[in-house]
């Protein structure tokens, strides 16, 4: 367990030391599905829309929003509430995931603080609204292959049971409580799961695009055996938001966002090796944060 950071507002300086520890700690390993590792969820809130859609080369992402109000799920928690998730079906080979007795209990093994208050746009309620819509919805992953397609479509849990004390978040109650996940969706989890470091992942939970990058780059530098070189177009087209390529201003900006982020992965992951000479990104084969064989022991 890293050492938690000072109390007080927390600046880009806090969040860099805590990235150096990172660097310096033992890898916290974790997995994740890899079509989620290539096709992103929804960056900002998208309003009414239930229905989403994010492709990849040969993957795409379809999520449909569930329940009596649909919602999709956005931002940086439903992307580590996957996370834990994939963690979890990895570590216990089980569809049934248990969550624990308080709200305070969850947040403590998701890896987010929970000092802050509960009110509209509190962490507890913003962590609420968006498992409620993470848990509800339906998933669907593609795979192009040469001789023909692989889908797998699931519900991301069969059965939601979540018994915490609304007013008392940090008040155990007599139950634990627990989700369980779509058959098809466990198996694909276990199929082909994509070793992280979770150390790495929450320390840069402020930014689901650096969320995203760290994820897409584990799982492409996994197998590189010589360079990539890619345009920003390229890039933006893979993580903006809304892409619209005709827009060089979106993707220089999108540029400036990206490498923002890349910087901090590279101090917490010095072996990360990449350039970006005028108009590209290049990256290079690289030790990987999780080694192969770090990533199954114990399981």
């Given at each position: 367990?890293l050492p938690?950071?000072?109390a007080?507002?927390?600046?880009?300086?806090?969040?860099?030391?805590?990235l150096?520890?990172?660097?310096?700690?033992?890898?916290?390993?974790?997995?994740?599905?890899r079509?989620l590792?290539l096709?992103?969820?929804?960056?900002t809130d998208?309003?009414?829309?239930?229905?989403?859609v994010?492709?990849?080369?040969r993957y795409?992402?379809?999520?449909?929003a569930?329940?009596?109000?649909?919602?999709?799920?956005f931002?940086?928690?439903?992307?580590?509430?996957l996370s834990?998730?994939c963690?979890?079906?990895?570590?216990?080979?089980s569809?049934?995931l248990?969550?624990g007795?308080?709200?305070a209990?969850?947040?403590r093994?998701?890896?987010?603080?929970?000092?802050?208050?509960a009110?509209?746009?509190?962490?507890r309620t913003?962590?609420?609204?968006q498992m409620t819509?993470?848990?509800?919805?339906s998933?669907?992953?593609?795979?192009?292959?040469?001789d023909?397609?692989h889908?797998?479509?699931d519900?991301v849990?069969?059965?939601?049971?979540?018994w915490?004390?609304?007013r008392?978040?940090d008040?155990?109650?007599s139950?634990?409580?627990?989700?369980?996940?779509?058959?098809d969706?466990?198996n694909?989890?276990?199929a082909?799961?994509?070793?992280?470091?979770?150390h790495?992942?929450?320390?840069?939970?402020r930014?689901?695009?650096?969320?995203?990058?760290?994820l897409?780059?584990?799982?492409?530098?996994?197998r590189?055996?010589?360079?990539l070189r890619?345009?920003w177009?390229?890039?933006?087209?893979?993580?903006?938001?809304?892409?619209?390529?005709?827009?060089?201003?979106?993707?220089?900006d999108?540029?400036?966002?990206?490498?923002?982020?890349l910087?901090?992965?590279?101090?917490a992951?010095?072996?990360?090796?990449y350039s970006?000479?005028?108009g590209?990104?290049?990256l290079?084969?690289?030790?990987?944060r999780?080694?192969p064989?770090s990533?199954?022991?114990?399981?």
């Amino acid at each position: 367990m890293l050492p938690a950071p000072r109390a007080g507002r927390w600046t880009r300086d806090d969040q860099i030391d805590s990235l150096i520890r990172v660097a310096d700690s033992r890898p916290d390993v974790g997995f994740m599905v890899r079509p989620l590792a290539l096709c992103t969820l929804p960056r900002t809130d998208p309003g009414t829309l239930t229905h989403y859609v994010r492709r990849n080369g040969r993957y795409a992402l379809v999520v449909i929003a569930g329940g009596p109000e649909p919602r999709l799920p956005f931002g940086v928690l439903p992307r580590l509430l996957l996370s834990w998730i994939c963690t979890e079906a990895v570590r216990s080979r089980s569809r049934r995931l248990v969550l624990g007795r308080s709200l305070a209990e969850f947040m403590r093994r998701l890896g987010v603080q929970s000092s802050d208050s509960a009110g509209r746009y509190g962490i507890r309620t913003r962590l609420r609204e968006q498992m409620t819509r993470l848990f509800r919805a339906s998933i669907e992953l593609t795979e192009e292959l040469p001789d023909g397609v692989h889908t797998v479509a699931d519900r991301v849990t069969t059965d939601m049971r979540l018994w915490w004390n609304p007013r008392r978040f940090d008040e155990p109650v007599s139950r634990d409580s627990t989700i369980v996940l779509g058959h098809d969706l466990f198996n694909e989890i276990l199929a082909a799961p994509v070793p992280i470091d979770l150390h790495v992942l929450r320390e840069l939970k402020r930014s689901s695009l650096g969320l995203d990058l760290y994820l897409w780059l584990t799982y492409r530098l996994f197998r590189l055996d010589r360079p990539l070189r890619l345009t920003w177009r390229q890039v933006y087209r893979q993580f903006a938001r809304r892409p619209e390529p005709q827009f060089r201003q979106s993707v220089k900006d999108f540029r400036k966002d990206a490498l923002r982020e890349l910087g901090k992965i590279r101090v917490a992951w010095p072996q990360l090796c990449y350039s970006t000479p005028k108009g590209f990104l290049v990256l290079r084969p690289s030790p990987p944060r999780v080694s192969p064989a770090s990533s199954t022991e114990g399981l």
